[in-house]
């Protein structure tokens, strides 16, 4: 699976590259394009049902997304499979099962 992630950074980084976009692509500005794409998928849910909005949109923005999180966790040496692990384990321990199950209430109202 790892494999499969480092083979999509580094086609999205060589795309970045061979338009020359490197110069644009800080944290800051990384951080701020995933926000921008992160709200363009959320207008296509805006005043909908919950199940209506369009596929191949969705495809899109959510591409957009996850290429932005790759280039923001490339930019700064980030291990994308370990920090989702750690996250888990994180996330693991703030929601147990015998508390959580069922549940969509936060840790700390657990």
Do not use: C
Not at 19 to 47: G, M, P, T
Not at 53 to 68: G, R, T
């Amino acid at each position: 699976m790892m494999e499969d992630i480092n083979s999509l950074i580094t086609q999205i980084v060589n795309f970045r590259d061979e338009r020359d976009w490197k110069q644009f692509h800080n944290s800051k500005d990384l951080a701020l394009a995933l926000s921008v794409e992160a709200s363009e998928l959320l207008e296509l849910f805006l005043w909908k049902e919950n199940e209506d909005f369009n596929l191949d949109k969705l495809k899109d923005e959510l591409a957009d997304v996850l290429m932005y999180a790759l280039l923001l966790a490339d930019k700064n040496n980030l291990d994308v499979g370990q920090i989702v692990l750690d996250k888990i384990k994180k996330n693991a321990d703030k929601y147990p099962v015998d508390k959580a199950k069922g549940k969509a209430t936060k840790y700390n109202e657990l």
